[in-house]
């Protein structure tokens, strides 16, 4: 199976919340990170946290992570229109800085 | 800081022929960078790490004669697509590993823009 898994649509409404969830297989991955790609643009790094951390919180971002279950989220707060983009959550392998990207969440928010 | 270029951000090819993709770390050196493939709507598939000054590191499936990678300084890694077929149509995109001092190890990686290849 996928080593990142990520459901594929989520839509909203202006100002509501975004909650985009992320679901990993290695246990031995020590970075986690949210990237966000506009159409027909590379990835943008929105956040990252580190394996021993259960929480980071960049101004409307909230990252949670459970380390156990092996589950990521990325909460976005008083969601926008130009936040509508696809996100992709993944996951660091080994020392190399070789990045596992799941298969993207589709956020259309709805004014 | 820590931006990555690439250029040429979109290109047409007829079949059969050869094209170069760049990437350059604008404002940092970067020992390693990546390349990446990405369809329409589908994530992004790791092809290979660029390593400087030594051979690049290719993932499985991935064909190094077709996709020939040259990371000759450390701030400019190549992809050239050699013989290229409409099968290789895609978005490539590439990456740079940097260091965020504030959080050393974190190796955050930068991206470029990418490059749309068309091949007719």
């Known amino acids: 199976g996928e080593d990142v898994e990520q459901s594929l649509f989520l839509s909203v409404r202006e100002g509501d919340s975004s909650v985009i969830n992320c679901t990993y297989t290695?246990?031995?991955?020590?970075?986690l990170y949210w990237y966000k790609q506009e159409p027909g643009a590379g990835l943008q790094l929105l956040t990252y946290?580190?394996?021993?951390?259960d929480m980071k919180q960049d101004q409307r971002l909230t990252v949670l992570l459970n380390k156990k279950d092996k589950h990521l989220s990325l909460r976005i707060a008083d969601t926008q229109t130009g936040d509508s983009a696809i996100y992709f959550c993944?996951?660091?392998?080994?020392?190399?800085?070789?990045?596992?990207f799941g298969q993207g969440t589709e956020l259309s928010v709805k004014p | 800081g820590a931006v990555v270029s690439q250029h040429p951000s979109w290109v047409i090819c007829k079949s059969g022929t050869s094209v170069k993709i760049e990437c350059r770390s604008l404002d940092f050196q970067a020992t390693t960078m990546f390349w990446y493939r990405q369809f329409p709507k589908q994530s992004l598939m790791l092809m290979a790490t660029s390593n400087e000054g030594s051979k690049a590191t290719y993932e499985q499936g991935v064909e190094k004669d077709k996709f020939l990678i040259n990371h000759a300084s450390l701030t400019l890694s190549t992809l050239t697509v050699t013989s290229a077929h409409p099968e290789d149509s895609s978005f490539y995109i590439c990456?740079?590993?940097?260091?965020?001092?504030?959080?050393?190890?974190?190796?955050?990686?930068?991206f470029g823009a990418g490059s749309r290849l068309t091949v007719l």
């Open positions: 990456s740079a590993r940097y260091e965020d001092y504030g959080v050393p190890g974190a190796n955050v990686l930068t």
């Open positions: 946290i580190f394996s021993n951390m």
């Open positions: 290695d246990s031995s991955s020590t970075y």
């Open positions: 993944a996951e660091r392998k080994g020392q190399g800085g070789k990045l596992i």
